[in-house]
């Protein structure tokens, strides 16, 4: 049988020169009303708020952001063009169209409605027509687009959302998580920049019927970006928002929330909170060695390990913290061993919050051993293997 050792070097890092023995959660004394959030500074990744978050809750038009990841990605490939025109069905006028009495385009049935138009619809009003009739005319029937949305979501890396229809009407198969959607959210921004116009228009009208978009948040002018709100009988009202200001970049997703009014003020307080409690620091520099790692039967012991990038953080302006780096690696590291090879995780951690991951790797190069060094590293692995 092949046992894996892991092994786990831990560093203490001390911000702003103060070490203190007992250190607070980023998110102390800082509470919000809903059952499920995750927040983060998108820019290095940092956790500033999360409880529940990776609790399945139903998708409800939160499932909008993975039809509209489907959607430009099929754009990206070429596979559809935004003049691409689409029929509106019976099923999706009834089911998403006027006659629903859901969030509509207004989409005339048996018309033609380009893709742009379309994907304006979904993005602006949270048209449930618009999402149908692009899930029928990309994969040929709504449930085969749902079924590309939740292999989009697994090889995103998404593991517990999936999806049985494009719009997130009540199914019990449409589930999400909140750490998931500020996945997807962040696939979004970086994956297709050029859409995220989409999110940012005032109204939209279609069939001589203007709307405006109905994103809450983006009248309140406290720098969202974009993207969605959703409500379900069992899981109540919920949003995904990104906010670009003051030089932060934040993604939040929250649910559980018990109406409109709730979801607004919760979220602006979130967001003010997060942009005015929080600072930027320096951990590590670019190519500053972080730990070493043992080789085994190397012409050298150790080999030092490095980030690919500057390691920094967002920790709160009136705490000074006592945070604990966990470097984790597969253990032994076998000779040869070249630059840039990567070989584990740095985990940064401030009390029982997870801030960052970060890929680390090998800053030098490591020979083959000498016959005798060699025989002693295989001495150590076997006994390392046995305990």
């Not at 978009?213 to 949003?239: D, H, K, M, Q």
Request: charged share 20%.
């Amino acid at each position: 049988m092949h046992r894996r050792l892991f092994a786990f070097l831990i560093v203490l890092l001390t911000v702003s020169g103060v070490a203190h023995a007992q250190s607070a959660a980023p998110q102390a004394g800082f509470d919000v009303k809903a059952k499920q959030v995750y927040l983060i500074e998108a820019e290095t990744g940092t956790v500033l708020f999360a409880r529940a978050e990776d609790e399945t809750v139903p998708a409800a038009s939160l499932a909008k952001l993975m039809t509209m990841a489907t959607v430009f990605k099929a754009l990206a490939g070429g596979d559809i063009t935004l003049d691409t025109q689409y029929p509106v069905t019976e099923h999706a006028w009834r089911t998403g169209g006027a006659p629903s009495r859901t969030s509509t385009m207004f989409a005339a049935l048996k018309s033609n409605v380009r893709v742009e138009d379309l994907v304006r619809g979904v993005i602006v009003q949270f048209a449930n027509d618009a999402c149908i009739i692009l899930g029928e005319g990309i994969a040929g029937s709504e449930p085969a687009f749902a079924e590309r949305m939740t292999e989009e979501a697994r090889a995103l890396g998404l593991q517990k959302s999936a999806f049985a229809n494009a719009t997130g009407l009540p199914n019990p198969a449409n589930k999400v998580t909140m750490r998931e959607m500020v996945q997807l959210a962040r696939h979004l921004q970086t994956t297709y920049p050029d859409y995220m116009r989409y999110y940012l228009e005032p109204e939209f009208e279609w069939n001589k019927i203007k709307q405006r978009n109905r994103n809450p948040l983006l009248a309140l002018n406290i720098g969202v970006t974009g993207f969605v709100t959703g409500f379900s009988e069992e899981g109540g009202y919920s949003i995904v928002a990104a906010v670009n200001r003051d030089g932060k970049h934040l993604v939040l997703a929250m649910g559980g929330m018990e109406n409109d009014k709730a979801r607004i003020e919760e979220t602006r307080r979130i967001i003010e909170w997060a942009l005015s409690s929080f600072e930027r620091r320096t951990l590590f520099r670019e190519g500053e060695a972080i730990a070493d790692a043992s080789v085994y039967g190397g012409d050298a012991s150790s080999v030092p390990l490095v980030a690919g990038e500057q390691v920094d953080v967002f920790l709160p302006k009136d705490n000074s913290q006592k945070l604990v780096a966990r470097v984790v690696y597969t253990w032994p590291v076998r000779a040869p061993v070249e630059p840039g090879k990567a070989i584990g995780t740095l985990k940064i951690w401030n009390d029982k919050q997870l801030l960052r991951e970060v890929p680390v790797e090998t800053a030098g190069s490591v020979g083959v051993g000498a016959l005798r060094s060699r025989a002693l590293d295989a001495l150590i692995e076997l006994f390392f293997f046995w305990i």
